[in-house]
Structure formats: C-alpha cells, structure tokens
C-alpha cells in the first residue's frame, strides 16, 4: 500500500505559483519527506527534501503540516519546463516509498 | 561524466534470451538501487546494495539476477523473463546507505520490452 496521497492531475498557467499536496498520514517519527519528479523519458530528478521544518532551495519550497501528516511542493513561478509528474515520498532508512504522483500540466 | 549512467536505454528479446543490464555512477556513492516502473503504477523497488552488498531483495523472482561487483558498478542479469517484466528499469544512487536524509539520484532508465 502506498504510504503517500497525491491528486491525479493538476494545472497551473505559466508564471503563476503551483501547491502540490501530499498526505502522509502515516508517516513515522523518522521519516523524511522527498519530493522528485520526472518527465518523459528521463529518470526521477529530486527536487527536495525535509523532516520537520519549512525547507528552501532554488527550485522549489516544501511547506511541512506542524503534525507532518501532510506537506505541499511549492513551486514559486511555473514554467513549462516543470510539466512532469511529482513524486511525493516517505523515506525510511534506505528505502523510498513512492506512490503515483502528480501530474502538473503547465499552460502558456 | 558525472551522475548516473544506464545501458542500454532500450531492450528488446525474447522470453528465452539472456542479457544483462549496466548501471554506473561517478558520484562516489556507496549505495545503489535497482527498482521497476510499470506504466501506472508506483517505483517498485528491486534490490538495494550497500557497499557491495546485498541489502535487500524486495520478493524478486529469481529470473532477475544482480549483481554488485563494486561500489560504482551495478548490473542486473536477465533470464526466461516473462511479457509483464516489461517495464522502465530505474537505477539510483546514495551518499550514506543507512539515512533517509540522503537523496537519491537516479539514472534515466532502461526501456525493456518482452516480446
């Protein structure tokens, strides 16, 4: 079973921010939070990660509930370049829990 | 080169064929992965092997075969594989094999098609 929920698919016009959703109600007191994505024809690519606290880096934001049971991908300005498919995921030790993910379409 | 590089990108064969597929990092990680996408579901994942050694073998049949002959190299070796083992086959890396605060960096996959 899937220790993550994702919506299917979600849309964002171009130059606008985008908030992916992630419930992990699940999650255990050492999990991390990883988030990737992947486009067509290409491996996943990691986007970031954190375990309690709001984290930053230079492509995206993730927002972590104060209980951890949810978290959000924050994508400052979407480009069409960040048309792929989001991976929201439970890190235990070594091994990564992925669920179906997200698909972001981007609209000029 | 830098990162994680799989070959072939595509395989085609038969049920009765055997081949192997290659995966390498220049990243200096000490652990690698193997995992399966099918179309429409989650990353399964295979194997993990950490500092060489097999670390965990997720209920794989045995016509799937890895092996880890170094840190940087890992290959897995096919054999009478069967027309639902068509799927991406996803290579991935990490710095520290026993912390999930370590991302892992994947290769871009070996497109397998079972005839």
């Known amino acids: 079973d899937a220790k993550t929920t994702q919506p299917n698919s979600m849309e964002s016009n171009e130059e606008e921010p985008v908030h992916l959703p992630c419930n992990h109600s699940?999650?255990?007191?050492?999990?991390?939070i990883h988030w990737y994505r992947q486009l067509p024809s290409q491996g996943p690519e990691y986007v970031i990660h954190?375990?309690?606290s709001n984290v930053n880096n230079r492509m995206a934001s993730l927002a972590i509930a104060e209980d951890r049971k949810s978290s959000t991908l924050i994508l400052h300005r979407a480009t069409l370049r960040d048309a792929a498919v989001y991976y929201c995921?439970?890190?235990?030790?070594?091994?990564?829990?992925f669920g179906t993910g997200t698909s972001l379409t981007v609209i000029p | 080169e830098t990162g994680v590089t799989q070959t072939p990108r595509h395989l085609v064969m038969g049920m009765t064929n055997k081949k192997s597929l290659k995966c390498e990092q220049h990243?200096?990680?000490?652990?690698m992965y193997w995992y399966k996408q099918s179309a429409k579901k989650p990353l399964e994942l295979m194997f993990v092997?950490?500092?060489?050694?097999?670390?965990e073998n997720n209920s794989v049949p045995s016509r799937f075969s890895p092996e880890c002959p170094n840190s940087s190299h890992l290959f897995l070796h096919l054999h009478t594989l069967q027309p639902e083992d068509s799927a991406l086959y996803l290579c991935?890396?990490?710095?520290?094999?026993?912390?999930?605060?370590?991302?892992?960096?994947f290769g871009d996959g070996t497109r397998l098609s079972i005839l």
């Open positions: 991935a890396s990490s710095q520290d094999p026993s912390s999930s605060n370590q991302p892992q960096h």
């Open positions: 699940t999650i255990s007191g050492t999990d991390y």
């Open positions: 954190g375990l309690t």
């Open positions: 995921i439970l890190a235990t030790g070594n091994q990564f829990y």
């Open positions: 990243l200096g990680h000490n652990a």
């Open positions: 092997y950490n500092f060489k050694e097999q670390t």
